[in-house]
């Protein structure tokens, strides 16, 4: 047996390291191929402005001369400079179920991370916990929702092998719109009432004026998730990349702000889960045919995911975190949609782990971040 572990240097490497996954889970009914055209973006140093503050570099495993994993070492440097601390990551880790190929995989990672002096590891992550995160651990029976990852069982009997230990769980609930009682939605809009009275509004984002109001949902995110475990906050270039990348499949009358004296204060972005649609696509490719396929089925998913939910320190426990929900539900219903899932939520966020369960959802589906000093 021969393993062998190489640097991505050229275009064929990074379209291999692209593309690996597809033959991996050929055959597995739960994968859905990440977008090629997003895949690309991503992994751009050109593109993506990640690379403008940060480092990466991705590897390809051989065994017997055939790709058996794939794995990206990361520097964030920004990460490091918010937490005031010298942390590596890795990412798109993904391969075949023999632990000797994870081993040389997660030992060129780390053997990259002590070389850049940083003094532990920490993921997966790919890149940071502002795109997707977290090793599914339990919850393998149903696909994943858009933007959230899949990986075999065995990848965590490979990560605690090596030595990584739980540094944060994750959680997503599913959240039925037949199981929400239409009285915590009346309540809701009592509530609203209550806030509007106080100068406190509520409104579906202006696609027309979509520039502006990303700008003022970007100071919403960095501000409200500031204290959070994890987080780091999106640079202006990071914050309109993602912004653009979502903006293909945002249905307005999901993603909500809020506003005090014409300033934001929260947020709540929902999107429908086009991974219904997507799951289909082969190799992940949206051109020629496929993008006419999502723009026109993206309103008749039966899921959505309520990605991001928050509100400033200031303005929290006023209510508008459940008249977000409420409205969220009351759309929902009004498409037939038969749910939706809160994700990924932090397992210490005691506020909103308790507010997707007063919805009577269903914790389905557990993700973790892991961490290994060296």
Not at 221 to 246: R, S
């Amino acid at each position: 047996m021969s393993i062998e572990v190489k640097k991505v240097e050229s275009k064929k490497d990074l379209q291999a390291f692209i593309d690996f996954p597809h033959e991996l889970y050929k055959g597995d009914k739960s994968y859905v191929p990440m977008l090629q055209m997003a895949a690309k973006e991503i992994l751009s140093e050109k593109k993506n402005p990640f690379f403008e503050h940060s480092q990466v570099q991705n590897y390809l495993a051989f065994k017997n001369g055939k790709i058996a994993g794939r794995i990206s070492a990361i520097r964030n440097n920004n990460y490091n400079d918010y937490h005031k601390s010298n942390v590596g990551f890795f990412g798109f880790y993904d391969v075949i179920d023999d632990y000797d190929v994870s081993k040389a995989l997660l030992d060129i990672a780390t053997e990259w991370t002590k070389a850049h002096k940083l003094d532990k590891i920490i993921g997966p992550t790919n890149f940071s916990t502002n795109d997707t995160a977290g090793l599914l651990i339990d919850g393998f029976d149903r696909p994943p929702i858009v933007e959230m990852t899949y990986n075999k069982p065995y990848y965590q009997i490979h990560i605690e092998k090596y030595g990584f230990t739980k540094d944060m769980d994750l959680f997503a609930y599913m959240i039925y719109a037949k199981d929400v009682s239409d009285k915590s939605v009346r309540l809701a809009s009592m509530i609203q009432k209550r806030l509007e009275k106080k100068g406190i509004t509520i409104r579906t984002v202006n696609m027309k004026d979509f520039k502006n109001e990303v700008a003022k949902i970007k100071e919403v995110y960095n501000k409200a998730w500031e204290n959070n475990w994890g987080f780091v906050p999106a640079t202006d270039k990071e914050f309109d990349f993602l912004a653009e990348g979502l903006k293909m499949i945002v249905i307005p009358e999901y993603v909500l702000v809020a506003e005090y004296e014409g300033k934001f204060i929260g947020f709540a972005l929902t999107i429908p889960d086009i991974n219904e649609i997507t799951k289909d696509f082969k190799k992940g490719k949206l051109f020629p045919f496929n993008i006419f396929k999502l723009l026109l089925k993206k309103k008749k998913t039966k899921f959505v995911r309520i990605i991001t939910l928050g509100v400033i320190e200031g303005y929290r426990k006023l209510g508008i975190e459940a008249v977000f929900y409420a409205k969220i539900i009351e759309s929902a219903r009004k498409n037939n949609l038969i749910g939706g899932e809160a994700s990924w939520i932090l397992e210490n966020n005691e506020m909103m782990n308790k507010a997707a369960e007063n919805l009577k959802g269903v914790k389905y589906k557990t993700y973790r971040i892991y961490t290994k000093d060296l």
